[in-house]
Nanobody, 124 residues
């Protein structure tokens, strides 16, 4: 089992920044990819950003809605993935979930482990 614990959510004004963290623990050997989903009330779940975890290079992907504003990164020594969110907009308001998956799952667009979620609210 893998445990994912998110932190860093909160309330921020439009144009502001937040950094989310996701610490992974447990049997993380073999985890191929980690990332962030978000879901706002009444909206479909959206995959925001992903990053591969292997030390030999990395592959990063972003949703079009966050390109140029959000940056995903990882610290393998700490088993932690970050999501730096800049130029936040009210439409970024959502619960953000950290996810992790093995290659077999991520190839199908699925993730094996989910965090409990952290609320991000962008409002003046």
């Amino acid at each position: 089992q893998v445990q994912l614990v998110e932190s860093g959510g909160g309330l921020v004004q439009p144009g502001g920044s937040l950094r989310l963290s996701c610490a992974a623990s447990g049997n993380i050997f073999g985890i191929y990819e980690m990332g962030w989903y978000r879901q706002a009330p009444g909206n479909e779940r959206e995959l925001v950003a992903t990053i591969t975890t292997f030390t030999s290079g990395r592959i990063i992907n972003y949703a079009d809605s966050v390109k140029g504003r959000f940056t995903i990164s990882r610290d393998n020594a700490k088993n932690t993935v970050y999501l730096q969110m800049n130029s936040l907009k009210p439409e970024d308001t959502a619960v953000y979930y950290c996810v992790a998956g093995f290659l077999q799952s991520t190839m199908k667009g699925n993730y094996d482990y989910w965090g409990q979620g952290t609320q991000v609210t962008v409002s003046s």
